[in-house]
């Protein structure tokens, strides 16, 4: 029977040898992504910033410098216009400005839109985030990323060693990190769902770690002499036709996303193809060298042994 | 592995079953949900605000300003109390957060701070905040100066009445303008969300629930007019300059005595005017409040009365006759929709304090649909490509995993809608994601058994092997979404929350579908074909 195969049955690619080039390339990554968010920034959306989105839908194909110009004349402060999807499609994002967001959360700015644009155009979409409410967003958000990467290194711990453990925070943070600079060098908006596909790419990245780690450590209680670097390539391979298929699988559900699921959710669904190549990458060359640099005591996997055998006789 | 005692299968036949029963109330239409018979589901998955088209509101509750009135009408009950006790005294007034009296004689001064203590009450106590036996008021004597202040225990239980209070009326008004099944619920300390599926218009929603509402007839001060009074920055005594509602540069003398307060209202409804015809709201008090009301405008025949509703002017008519009947009529050049309006707020009640609002998301029906559609449709073309994908590269084995899948799928709604969470359009992206990475657990059993094929095992132990030693990484690597779905729950609301939810609901359902289901499938199809080799 034929097979679809992404991966030949036995592969021999010597992966730890690049792992210099691979963890230079990894720190210039996470270097400029801080470079990038002290001087370039987000474009955070208004869960963070504050502010109101209006989505409306036109009859005739929008003239948008016809709506820049009768928008601007209600003095609303900074008003963005963008098509959202099709021709039809506008979305008009009205910054926070500090007298009119404070205490009704941009009603007035509402108001002033729906006066201007009357019923001749449908309001698909009303989203008004007052200063206090984004405030709070950012902070939770901060703490929600922090909260699940070290939830992460500690159940990591707790399953193999710290070493581990500390593989695999760091080839989280470089994930997160990654992202977090294509949104600034492209100016993506940043908002909520953002922070959910950074959360999920976490998720997924330690999916794909742990699945390496746990062959790592498979491998070390069946060839203790064999030199680690070696070892490392022998697990990397052996994982590598899953590491490729479950990110072909994931992939493929979310280009579906990306394509189908409409206007809304794809900088969401963008984010997460972004997260899960990156996370693939990640597993091989950020977690499997931080493992090489800061060397496994063996004797550890007798103990492992012993304990994963009661596991398995009970 | 090929071993399964009847009572694993019957119990995973039952949850699949189960599964699937939960699932089909989401594919009838809703009179044929209607003639289900009660014993069986017929709850549909719960839609996200993103999806049926509808607004949420954040809403704070101003509780500061409670306090300052508060404090206002606990002066005017200190000086009763000390006149009562025939305390003479100078200075009462408010000083930040307390009420300051000096007491002049030093003899009284005992005698004042009885009459003042005997003003305090219990609060109604609160086991959790630990508040039962307190006192509402503290009294300081320094000196001839007595110091009011109210105790934090009373301001927190204040607060918190204010809140409770408030999200009644919301309640009601959101009630009274005709909706359908709303959401209203306390969030945080002093915060009341508000979901109204379907309304398409939130601005008139967000003008109802804006105004305070608090209505009451006072009388016009006479004695000068407005002009004069805001020229001369002489306001007499007792009286304050309001505007208008319908012109706000006009200014009016009304007293600062309530003749009736819009508490005593007993109902309200639009209406028109006989003669004019113009849209008017129709009122009635209760029996005190129609009393007073009937005593003052007799007391006053001839003079104008001013309508005032927050602080603002509605009209100011002329009283030709006293009101005996406990009812009467405003009138204010009312559109019929302001009529409406006026008269739902004057029904639900005025609330105890201002709200603000810190958030406002809409989503027309239009764009739900929209989504509903092209959430479908993704999660379609995504779970084929994902099928064909398996079939292509594992054979047989990929289509016992499809079978897994679709027993996934079926598993994920059948909870969402048992469990009546909400599904949101990110909540889709989360099914969808679910459905690329569900396949991984089989993805990782097929690679093991393949790579035990090919050092030489037999098939059964081949098999065996794949399924055991792939089960640790499969629930390491399951833990860990878990993780990020869980923190993600916690962090998030609304659209989000619904992505945790359905992330977290696949993670659960896809270990017991790509595990459990698929080896029960691959354990049968060895028993009956009995294979001598196998190519994975």
Not at chain 2, 229 to 251: C, I, K, N
Not at chain 2, 317 to 340: C, D, K, M, W
Not at chain 2, 434 to 451: K, Q
């Amino acid at each position: 029977m034929m097979r679809l195969k992404l991966v030949p049955d036995s592969t021999k690619i010597p992966f730890v040898r690049y792992r210099h080039l691979a963890v230079g390339l990894s720190f210039v990554v996470v270097i400029a992504a801080f470079a990038f968010m002290f001087t370039k920034g987000f474009n955070f959306g208004i869960d963070f910033k504050g502010g109101t989105v209006i989505e409306i839908a036109t009859k005739e194909p929008a003239n948008l410098t016809d709506l820049r110009s009768r928008l601007g004349k209600l003095e609303l402060g900074e008003v963005q216009l963008q098509r959202f999807g099709d021709d039809h499609n506008v979305l008009i994002r009205v910054g926070a400005s500090t007298d009119i967001t404070e205490a009704d959360a941009g009603d007035k700015i509402v108001n002033k839109v729906k006066a201007e644009l009357g019923s001749e155009v449908e309001y698909r979409r009303i989203e008004s985030v007052g200063p206090q409410v984004s405030g709070e967003l950012v902070k939770a958000a901060t703490l929600a990323v922090i909260v699940s990467v070290l939830a992460m290194f500690v159940y990591i711990w707790f399953r193999f060693e710290w070493q581990f453990g500390l593989g695999a925070v760091l080839s989280i943070v470089h994930d997160v990190m990654a992202t977090i600079l294509v949104f600034s060098v492209f100016q993506l908006e940043f908002n909520l769902t953002t922070i959910a596909a950074l959360l999920t790419i976490v998720g997924y990245s330690m999916n794909d770690t742990v699945v390496v780690f746990d062959r790592i450590r498979e491998n070390l209680r069946k060839y203790k002499k064999m030199d680690l670097g070696e070892l490392i390539d022998l697990s990397l391979n052996e994982t590598l036709s899953r590491t490729i298929m479950t990110s072909v699988t994931t992939l493929i559900a979310l280009f579906a996303l990306f394509i189908f699921g409409g206007e809304v959710i794809r900088s969401f669904t963008f984010a997460m193809i972004f997260g899960i190549l990156i996370g693939t990458y990640s597993s091989i060359y950020v977690a499997a060298p931080v493992l090489m640099a800061i060397g496994i005591t063996r004797d550890w996997s007798i103990t492992q042994l012993t304990r994963a055998k009661n596991n398995a006789g009970k | 592995m090929l071993h399964f005692e009847r009572w694993k299968i019957a119990l995973i036949a039952l949850v699949t079953l189960t599964g699937i029963l939960f699932t089909i109330p989401n594919f009838l239409n809703k009179e044929t949900l209607a003639s289900v018979p009660a014993f069986l589901p017929s709850k549909q998955v719960n839609l996200g605000l993103d999806l049926r088209g509808g607004s949420y509101l954040l809403l704070r509750v101003e509780t500061e300003g409670i306090n300052k009135d508060r404090l206002q009408s606990q002066m005017n009950d200190v000086r009763r109390a000390l006149r009562d006790a025939k305390v003479l005294y100078t200075g009462l007034g408010v000083q930040g957060d307390s009420i300051v009296v000096r007491i002049t004689k030093q003899e009284d001064i005992e005698a004042a701070e009885k009459a003042i203590e005997a003003l305090s009450t219990l609060i109604a106590g609160n086991v959790l905040t630990g508040s039962i036996g307190e006192r509402d008021i503290a009294v300081a004597v320094d000196g001839t100066q007595i110091t009011v202040t109210n105790t934090p225990a009373a301001i927190l239980a204040r607060a918190q009445s204010a809140i409770q209070q408030s999200m009644e009326i919301v309640r009601r008004r959101v009630d009274e303008m005709g909706t359908t099944e709303p959401v209203i619920q306390q969030q945080g300390l002093d915060r009341i969300l508000v979901q109204v599926p379907g309304l398409d218009d939130p601005q008139r929603l967000i003008k109802i629930l804006g105004q305070t509402a608090k209505l009451n007839f006072r009388l016009v001060d006479t004695s000068t007019t407005a002009q004069q009074a805001l020229q001369t920055r002489v306001v007499p005594a007792g009286s304050e300059v309001l505007y208008m509602t319908e012109s706000p540069d006009t200014p009016i003398l009304v007293k600062r005595r309530i003749m009736v307060g819009g508490d005593s209202l007993k109902d309200a409804q639009p209406g028109f005017d006989s003669r004019t015809g113009e849209p008017v709201v129709n009122f009635s008090f209760d029996n005190t409040g129609g009393r007073q009301f009937g005593d003052v405008t007799r007391e006053n025949v001839g003079r104008p009365f001013a309508i005032v509703l927050d602080d603002k002017v509605i009209s100011a008519p002329v009283i030709r006759e006293a009101i005996l009947g406990g009812s009467g009529q405003i009138s204010g050049n009312f559109t019929v929709q302001q009529a409406n309006d006026l008269s739902i707020l004057l029904r639900a009640g005025a609330l105890p304090a201002p709200l603000t609002i810190l958030e406002q998301r809409t989503v027309g029906a239009s764009l739900g649909a929209d989504s509903i559609r092209s959430g479908i449709i993704a999660s379609i073309i995504g779970s084929v490509a994902v099928v064909i994908f398996m079939v292509a590269s594992y054979g047989m084995f990929g289509v016992f995993a499809n079978i897994a899948l679709i027993v996934n799928v079926f598993l994920i709604l059948g909870a969402l809608s048992l469990l009546q969470a909400t599904l949101t359009l990110p909540g889709i992206a989360g099914i969808i994601l679910t459905i690329g990475t569900a396949v991984d657990a089989n993805v990782l059993i097929y690679e093991r058994i393949r790579e035990e094929l090919r050092s030489g095992k037999t098939v059964i132990a081949a098999l065996d092997a794949g399924y055991n030693r792939a089960l640790a990484p499969i629930i390491d690597a399951n833990v860990t979404h878990f993780i990020s779905a869980a923190v993600l729950f916690e962090l998030g609301s609304g659209p989000v929350r619904g992505f945790a939810v359905t992330l977290a609901i696949g993670v659960l359902t896809s270990v017991f579908t790509a595990v459990t289901v698929n080896r029960l499938i691959v354990s049968t199809w060895v028993r009956r074909a009995r294979p001598k080799s196998l190519v994975l």
